[in-house]
Nanobody, 132 residues
């Protein structure tokens, strides 16, 4: 089992920045791929970004590419999502998720796990609200 706890959400103005953290406990963090998803009110939970176990490979949704950066510090068992140039449409509850494995076939450009069903472990979510 892997337990995940997100933090760092809050209210930010459009154009601003926020860094989310995801603290992991349980099994060896570096043996797990970590992803970030988000869910806006009335919408389905959608993929944001994913990072391989070592942190070498990353993959992003087109909607956040160039603005968000996913990273991890395996020594601290913590993952991060740095969000810059925020827009009101980025408002959502952000979830971190993990699945066992070091990477994905075709990394980094193809085969990334972007579906909810591909992740076994989830955090409780943290709210990010971007005001215009």
């Amino acid at each position: 089992q892997v337990q995940l706890v997100e933090s760092g959400g809050g209210l930010v103005q459009a154009g601003g920045s926020v860094r989310l953290s995801c603290a992991a406990s349980g099994r060896t963090f570096s043996n797990h791929i970590m992803g970030w998803f988000r869910q806006a009110p009335g919408k389905e939970r959608e993929f944001v970004a994913v990072i391989s176990g070592s942190g070498v490979f990353t993959y992003y949704a087109n909607s956040v590419k160039g603005r968000f950066t996913i990273s991890r510090d395996n020594a601290k068992n913590t993952g991060y999502l740095q969000m810059n140039s925020l827009k009101p449409e980025d408002t959502a509850v952000y979830y971190c998720a993990a699945r066992y494995g070091s990477s994905w076939s075709g990394a980094p450009t193809s085969g990334a796990p972007t579906s909810r069903s591909e992740y076994a472990y989830w955090g409780q979510g943290t709210q990010v609200t971007v005001s215009s």
